[in-house]
């Protein structure tokens, strides 16, 4: 085994890299991107038949976030099926380390099972790999989408009344993205939220968004009680752990 640290993929590493992802996405029953970008990459070739095979990755980002006075870095680890359970993942990680020294790990994992929580929803072969390095669950990122009755205007980059604004950007020609959600706080717990939400969705004038996409935090209980009760499901799951 052999571990290369980049700073940047060449054509042929990028597309060995969307071949492994896409591996294991089918085995897996993720949906990761093929297409990756990174501060940071690690790629493990194996010898075989004389010729080098790439059976893992790992790549990340300076998250430019701080826990206890050191920065975080968010990685992502893929191994190939056929090579797992030979300690890829640790020794990518152990040069992670060396290299990155000073720095709080964050795992993003993608769950399979997107509407079960964390400890059931990813792929076995991820729990196993979370088990041997002693990670610790921080939270999930939860992807809503709700399809609208009928196609609406994009309210604007900004909706704001008094008791507190809503933030949109467009994110493909039929879905608007909702970044941030704001009640004032004198106005929480009263229903603004829903109220200011519901005055988007029947806006008066027909227009080419079918569909609404959030993230909220699982940790966000009272945003995720008001969008499921508003009818926004979850499309995509990302469990978060520190590595220590």
């Known amino acids: 085994m052999n571990i290369e640290l980049k700073l940047s993929l060449s054509r042929k590493e990028k597309r060995l890299a969307a071949e492994l992802i896409s591996g294991c ?22 010898e075989t038949s004389g010729s ?10 300076l998250l430019g976030e701080t826990l206890g006075g050191e920065e975080m870095l968010e990685i992502y680890a893929f191994t190939k ?18 290299d990155f020294r000073n720095f709080h790990y964050r795992l993003a994992v993608k769950a399979s099972k997107p509407t079960a929580p964390a400890e059931d929803g990813i792929a076995p072969s991820a729990a196993a790999a979370l ?10 990122e939860l992807f809503m989408e709700k399809e609208l009755e009928r196609g609406i205007q994009s309210p604007g980059a900004i909706l704001e009344r ?6 949109f950007s467009r994110y493909n020609e039929e879905t608007l993205y909702l970044y941030g959600l704001l009640v004032y706080e004198s106005f929480r717990g009263k229903g ?5 939400l519901t005055e988007v969705e029947r806006l008066s004038q027909d227009g080419p968004y079918k569909k609404i996409l959030l993230q909220v935090r699982s940790d966000n209980k009272a945003g995720c009680e008001l969008y499921c009760s508003m009818g926004y499901k979850v499309t995509e799951r990302i469990a978060y752990y520190l590595l220590p």
């Open 81 to 98: 099926p056929s090579f797992r359970r030979m300690g890829i993942f640790t020794s990518c990680l152990n040069s992670l380390r060396d």
């Open 131 to 140: 088990c041997s390095v002693s990670a610790i669950h921080q939270y999930d």
């Open 52 to 61: 080098a095979e790439l059976d893992g990755l790992l790549y990340g980002y």
């Open 192 to 196: 603004f939220g829903r109220r200011i």
């Open 162 to 167: 008094e008791y507190g604004r809503v933030q």
């Open 25 to 46: 996405n089918k085995e897996d029953g993720t949906r990761y991107e093929r297409e990756i970008d990174g501060d940071f990459f690690y790629l493990s070739w194996a």
